[in-house]
């Protein structure tokens, strides 16, 4: 956390004149790699991807596990978040606003196509063309030509030659090229575009692993993974492959590591949270990670709107005992929110102006309470809607506890079957109290967490949170000219958001891993997902 | 015709008795003949498990009608500081991983998990009857009819039409868990029911009375239905059990009753995740429903053999 | 009996086309937009959600949607899940998996529960009838999710008897346990039931005769009790192996077994038509033949059973 990520871009700028990412693979130290057979293969779990394996339309992470594997794009993410530059040479621009991208040499698909500059344009005006229908469309919304609702080319993009292309976007950002690590941005080859379909069953990737031959991925069971050849990029595996056995249950794939049928699983189940430590001496891990859980709080409901409503989220925020929640019901696997985004990220900070609503305070609590209730007295019951296959009762039970026994107010989790249950009250805007809400970074950066959430008319905006001066907030940081800017502004948008609370933060999701004694060098990256690569087998 | 038996006697005549055979075989016609139901009765109440299932029972329902007779401490008062806590004064069973105390817990969810037990128990077993006796009485149309109809509701997996009636219904409450657990689980007794009347009709018995012309309906309410019984008494006092349970499970999966109602399936369900550590948690809630299903199978077990006259003459 | 045989094939029909119609109503009723849902908390534009829900026909009435699906599934297609895989491939994997864990669940409680329940009833009030009502409590108060948890724990992690899960090829090794843990609840039925009916047809006129006629008593008890036992206990079966495929969703969660009981209910969670309405279908179809199979035992094991014409 200490290097600054953000940085460098901003270094570049300083030093140039130009804004430049210029690469820094050299820099990267590799630990000693000790004796590993670099033939093994390595099981770790997953689950079936829900889309076939295809960049664009891979968002969920059984299927993100395998498309960054299969695929390299322009450059990837160390364990800490910070980029690497793989196929890109340099990624720069004078203003922030056009991008001239230019490749390295000697890349190739696993199918000997060369990996060019169209291979990236094509790719990416695929995933964003709206008849495509690729649910990360909107990753491209920021390059010029795109459209919502109609087909329209990406005009920003354009191929100079084999090796380079612009990029226009729409306004400047200058963070831009932090993004496009994330697997969405991944060139694809000419054979991609004869037959979608048949691709996303056997996808051709220039990444660290290729699917070994047809019939690799087992549907519903496991996808078997080999080492390409023709991969020379920073993630050159010490292993021989990864067979990503799927599971429905994390409770079985616990089992299967305990049974030595599986080396690395990374996410342990609530009924080992006590026992994992034990279990694994000296081979689990727990850490922050970039998964931010909360409470939103819908504005439209009587008593929550107003000076009133201002007053009752503070109140609730300040009856929830986040530390004894995430000592005694995750065990430590969580860590207490002092932001809205995660320790993992360059620019989080645990000294918000505000913050201080996000510790138990019965005293204050209560206060504001009566406070409000001076307003308008509450009657009633406060719910908290959750989707209840997700394993979420045991810590929404105990927040409703909690504020219970602070406010002396009923309070009960409110189950919904499924999640698309509870998506569409919150789509209809027919909640009755606060819902669970969660955010996973797609890339590491303070504006992930927060422009999709709480920008006016966001996507995931649902609870329809909308202030003039978080948004003014959010675009004079996207616009910085440097990091600390940047940083400074993103962190006083959240100032913003902790006077109103749109949302209550709770905690960040720890990474939480164990494994097996017959592999080393288990290191879990700022995405919760094992560096599949640097695992060595003995 | 065995002609060797162990004492080598080849024949055997009785004795003569004292009595002469006209005073044994005479009808006291003073009296309205008993029915089958009559004589299970005076049956039943003169066998001990009887009234011991009876008591247990009694008791189960009054903790069910007023819990807070018998727990003092609010179910509902949880202090996560006593997370999965041993025995303290004032909580014998302990605390629940939300710190609840887990006896106060097991007293108040007497009620739900009885409702859901019993009324789906009863559902079941009163539809499955009807329904079962008269396919496998009538046979034909009626039987193909109702058995396939049967079939298209057994087919339809509970979690489905759980997760479908939930969403429609408003609230979830142990008596809608126990008419949709009802629904997908009729079909079971109907079967077993219509299997044992298939039996019974072909009885002796059956051909008398036909022969004697009574009628249909009185020969299936007389004589076949209770014939038919004891496997529906087996099967309904076993689900009793498995309803409360279901109940837990459909909780695990996440269409149960709401964490804002106590009941042992709830608290059994969210055992899962201590059970390696505090198994207490799970085990007493585990117990009541225990004891629970143990006084349903023992009184199912008396009504059985009452109902049975073979086994009630040997008494 | 031809006759009949031919005539319960002929009901199927209607039992056909009244599932898939109620199993798609049922789906159709699920709440929320399962296109929506499929994206977590990452919601793409509407536009995008818009077309997919077409492209399922997601965004017509009922009858319309139940008549596409019928339509293709009189020309041999069934679909496709929202992950874009032919339901019938998925079908292919699913079903053989499932099909050798409820055998042998069936096997078990089959063989062990009228063993066990025989015994009992037999000596009614011994301590072997206690043990095994003992043993029946237990399996019916503690749920198979938890029942499963320990005996993967016992068995798989500290005794390293059996492998913890069971592998995507589903060898018949590998299931017994899960098999066990799948079986145990209608065990606990079965024992129950043969006890009941051994200890009535006990004393049963025919077992009276069949005694004072001199038989040994081991051919008493087969020939005599227990086939005459054995009507409500096939009756159980028969109706059991539905359970057994379609809720084996915790057993199979838990040993990580790609089934029907799993694969099903992941399509009702997704609100995936298609998928749910022809598993179901195939499910109706076993079931009833299992049912006839049953009716036809019936008649075997019981000579006052005949069916009409």
Same mark, same amino acid.
């Given at each position: 956390m200490k290097i600054n990520r953000l940085g460098i871009v901003a270094i570049s700028l300083a030093a140039m004149g130009a804004l430049t990412l210029s690469g820094c693979a050299a820099g990267t130290e590799k630990a000693a790699a000790p @004796?590993?057979?670099s033939k093994a293969i390595i099981t770790t779990n997953g689950s079936e991807p829900q889309n076939p394996l295809? %960049?664009?339309?891979? !968002?969920?992470?059984?299927?993100? @596990?395998?498309?960054?594997?299969? &695929? *390299?794009?322009?450059?990837s993410y160390t364990a800490k978040g910070e980029l690497e530059n793989e196929v890109a040479k340099s990624i720069e621009s004078d203003d922030?606003?056009?991008?001239?991208?230019?490749?390295?040499?000697?890349? $190739?698909?696993?199918?000997?196509?060369p990996v060019t500059a169209k291979s990236f344009v094509d790719a990416w005006n695929y995933g964003a063309l709206f008849s495509n229908a690729q649910g990360s469309s909107y990753f491209f919304d920021d390059i010029a030509g795109f459209s919502y609702d109609a087909d329209s080319e990406l005009t920003g993009l354009k191929v100079v030659d084999e090796k380079t292309f612009t990029v226009e976007l729409v306004a400047p950002e200058a963070d831009w090229p932090l993004r496009l690590g994330y697997s969405a941005y991944s060139p694809l080859p000419e054979v991609a575009f004869e037959d979608m379909a048949a691709f996303g069953e056997n996808p051709i990737g220039n990444g660290p692993y290729m699917l070994k031959g047809e019939g690799a991925w087992e549907h519903d069971v496991k996808i078997d993974l080999v080492t390409n050849p023709a991969y020379d990029g920073v993630r050159k595996p010490a292993n021989g492959g990864l067979s990503i056995v799927f599971y429905d249950s994390q409770d079985a794939a616990y089992a299967d590591v305990q049974g030595g049928n599986l080396d690395v699983l990374d996410a342990?189940?609530?009924? !080992? &949270?006590?026992?994992?430590?034990?279990? &694994? %001496?000296?081979?689990?891990?727990?850490?922050?990670?970039a998964v931010f859980q909360a409470l939103n709080m819908p504005y439209y409901l009587e008593h929550w709107s107003g000076k009133e409503g201002e007053l009752r989220r503070a109140a609730i925020s300040m009856s929830i005992n986040r530390d004894e929640i995430t000592d005694v019901i995750f065990q430590g696997t969580r860590t207490p929110a002092t932001d809205f985004t995660? %320790?993992?990220?360059?620019?989080?900070?645990? $000294?918000?102006?505000?913050?201080?609503?996000l510790e138990y305070n019965k005293k204050e609590?209560?206060?504001?309470? *009566?406070? *409000?209730?001076?307003?308008?007295?509450?009657?009633?019951? &406060?719910?908290? !809607?959750?989707n209840s296959d997700g394993g979420h009762q045991a810590w929404v039970d105990a927040v409703a506890n909690s504020i219970k026994n602070t406010l002396g107010i009923k309070a009960v989790g409110k189950a919904y079957p499924t999640f698309a249950a509870a998506l569409d009250d919150r789509d209809a805007k027919k909640l009755t109290g606060a819902t669970r809400a969660g955010w996973q970074a797609d890339y590491p950066s303070l504006f992930n967490f927060l422009a999709p959430l709480y920008q006016t008319g966001a996507g995931s905006n649902k609870e329809g949170y909308s202030s003039k001066e978080f948004d003014r907030l959010l675009k004079e940081g996207a616009a910085a000219s440097s990091v600390e800017e940047a940083t400074a502004k993103y962190q006083e948008a959240q100032e913003v958001l902790l006077k109103d609370l749109p949302t209550l933060p709770l905690w960040y999701s720890n990474v939480t891993g164990v494994w097996a004694e017959t592999v080393d060098n288990v290191v879990f990256g700022w995405d919760s997902v094992p560096m599949y690569t640097d695992i060595t087998k003995k | 015709m065995p002609s060797n038996s162990p004492s080598g006697q080849t024949h055997y005549v009785a004795e003569l008795e004292d009595t002469p055979v006209a005073a044994v075989d005479r009808l006291d016609e003073s009296q309205k003949a008993r029915s089958t139901w009559a004589d299970a009765w005076d049956s039943m109440r003169r066998r001990p498990s009887f009234w011991i299932s009876s008591v247990l029972i009694l008791l189960i329902v009054v903790v069910a009608l007023f819990p807070s007779l018998f727990a003092q401490t609010a179910p509902d008062a949880c202090d996560l500081g006593n997370s999965n806590d041993g025995p303290a004064a004032g909580h014998p069973l302990g605390f629940t991983r939300q710190g609840c105390d887990v006896y106060s817990r097991i007293v108040f969810g007497t009620q739900a998990s009885i409702t859901v037990g019993l009324l789906a128990t009863m559902l079941v077993t009163l539809f499955g009857v009807i329904i079962g006796a008269l396919a496998g009485f009538y046979g034909g149309l009626l039987d193909a009819l109702v058995s396939r109809i049967g079939d298209i509701f057994f087919a339809v997996p509970t979690v489905l039409g759980a997760i479908v009636l939930m969403s429609v219904l408003p609230v979830r409450t142990p008596v809608t868990i126990a008419v949709v657990l009802s629904i997908f689980a009729w079909p079971q007794i109907a079967r077993?029911?219509?299997?044992?009347?298939? /039996?019974?009709?072909? /009885?002796d018995y059956v051909t008398a009375s036909i022969a004697l012309g009574v009628s249909n309906s009185k020969i299936l309410l007389r004589h076949v239905i209770p014939n038919s019984l004891a496997p529906v008494i087996v099967i309904a006092t076993v689900s009793l059990g498995t309803f409360i349970v279901a109940e837990a499970t459909l909780s695990f999966l996440g269409i149960g009753l709401g964490s804002d109602v106590m009941s042992w399936g709830n608290d059994i369900g969210q055992a899962q995740t201590s059970i390696r550590t505090s198994p207490q948690v799970l085990l007493y809630p585990a117990a009541a429903l225990s004891i629970t299903v143990l006084s349903f199978l023992m009184l199912g077990d008396v009504l059985r053999d009452a109902l049975d006259p073979a086994a009630r003459a040997r008494r | 009996m031809l006759w009949y045989t031919g005539k319960r094939l002929l009901q199927m029909i209607p039992v056909f086309f009244g599932a898939t119609f109620l199993i798609y109503f049922m789906v159709f009723s699920l709440p929320g937009d399962p296109i929506a849902a499929l994206y977590g908390d990452r919601t793409p534009s509407p536009g995008v959600i818009a077309q997919i829900r077409a492209q399922y026909y997601l965004d017509q009435p009922l009858l319309v949607q139940y008549f596409h699906y019928m339509v293709g599934f009189f020309q041999g297609d069934l679909g496709t899940t929202y992950s874009g895989r032919p339901v019938s491939e998925v079908m292919a994997s699913a079903f053989p998996v499932t099909a050798r864990l409820a055998m042998l669940a069936l096997i078990f409680e089959a063989f062990a529960g009228v063993l066990v329940g025989l015994i009992a009833g037999l000596r009614k009030g011994k301590l072997f009838d206690a043990s095994a009502l003992v043993v029946s409590l237990l399996l019916i108060s503690v749920p198979t999710f938890v029942i499963g948890f320990v005996l993967q724990f016992v068995f798989g992690v500290q005794l390293g008897w059996a492998r913890t899960t069971v592998s995507g090829e589903a060898p018949l090794n590998e299931l017994i346990l899960p098999a066990l843990v799948l079986a145990s609840v209608s065990f606990a039925y079965i024992v129950r039931l043969t006890r009941a009916s051994v200890s009535d047809n006990l004393n049963a006129d025919f077992v009276r005769t069949a005694t004072a006629k001199g038989l040994s008593r081991p051919r008493v008890v087969t020939v005599h009790v227990l086939r005459n036992s054995l009507v409500p206990v096939v009756t159980f079966l028969g109706v059991d192996l539905g359970s057994l495929m379609v809720g084996a969703i915790v057993t199979e969660g838990i040993f990580n077994i790609n089934g029907v009981g799993g694969t099903v209910y992941k399509a009702i969670k997704l609100g995936e038509g298609p998928t749910v309405v022809s598993f179901i279908a195939v499910m109706v179809v076993i079931f009833v033949l299992a049912n006839l199979l049953v009716d036809l035992l019936y008649a075997a094991l019981d000579p006052r059973i005949r069916y009409a014409k």
């Open positions: @004796k590993g057979d295809i %960049p664009t339309n891979t !968002a969920e992470t059984g299927g993100g @596990k395998v498309v960054t594997s299969v &695929f *390299a794009g322009l450059v922030a606003q056009n991008w001239t991208v230019t490749l390295e040499d000697g890349w $190739k698909f696993s199918n000997d196509e342990i189940p609530d009924a !080992a &949270f006590e026992t994992y430590e034990s279990d &694994f %001496p000296e081979r689990s891990v727990n850490q922050p990670a995660s %320790p993992v990220i360059d620019g989080y900070s645990d $000294k918000l102006k505000g913050a201080d609503v609590a209560k206060k504001l309470w *009566a406070e *409000a209730d001076a307003i308008a007295p509450y009657t009633g019951t &406060f719910d908290i !809607a959750y | 077993i029911m219509r299997g044992a009347v298939l /039996s019974a009709r072909n /009885s | -």
